[in-house]
């Protein structure tokens, strides 16, 4: 059996937890519904995929094969996002494969010709030339890959590192700022 001391402190205790309601939903109905509408929109996810994987094409023909482990649009005129291991497969003109790319997270436009990835960006040519950075943009127009951070780019010949980057997807050609050099020499 509780005492009069108890009882009496639960139904004050009950009486401040509706107090307490009345006042919170108070406040939310006073808000205007506009702005309760505008920051439900913006926060409300339009479509949410596990597992995702797209193919992005020029012409008919395959450019990209994007995954990642999750993917969230907002709406259309907002870039897509996907996160949770990001890899990209780069394909040349006749469908093979010239380079693949791995990455924390990344995002997309809606037309799929400008992909930004980020965290631990490593991209991997088919002649084993690598390239690290931190984050990169893609172009699809161009078949072109870039940044504006440190960069490094090995090669079984020798490492270059600098700041600023650009590249073709398949790493044959690209274009360093601040540029350091180390080359290896040959086993004879």
Request: net charge neutral.
């Amino acid at each position: 059996m509780l005492s009069l001391i108890q009882r009496n402190e639960l139904v004050i205790h009950r009486f401040l937890k509706k107090a307490s309601e009345v006042l919170l939903f108070t406040l939310c109905a006073c808000a205007p519904a506009d702005r309760v509408e505008q920051a439900v929109e913006e926060t409300l996810v339009n479509r949410e995929m596990w597992h995702w994987s797209t193919r992005i094409t020029d012409r008919g023909k395959s450019r990209a094969q994007v995954q990642a482990g999750s993917f969230q649009q907002v709406s259309k005129n907002e870039p897509a996002r996907f996160s949770d291991g990001v890899r990209v497969v780069f394909f040349n003109s006749q469908g093979d494969t010239v380079s693949t790319l791995s990455a924390e997270r990344g995002e997309i436009n809606a037309s799929g010709d400008d992909m930004k990835v980020f965290g631990d960006v490593v991209v991997v040519a088919r002649d084993r030339t690598q390239l690290q950075t931190d984050s990169l943009r893609w172009q699809r127009d161009e078949d072109r890959i870039m940044g504006e951070g440190y960069v490094m780019i090995s090669r079984p010949d020798g490492t270059e590192t600098g700041v600023g980057f650009n590249a073709s997807s398949d790493l044959k050609q690209w274009t360093l700022l601040f540029v350091n050099t180390q080359m290896r020499r040959k086993k004879p």
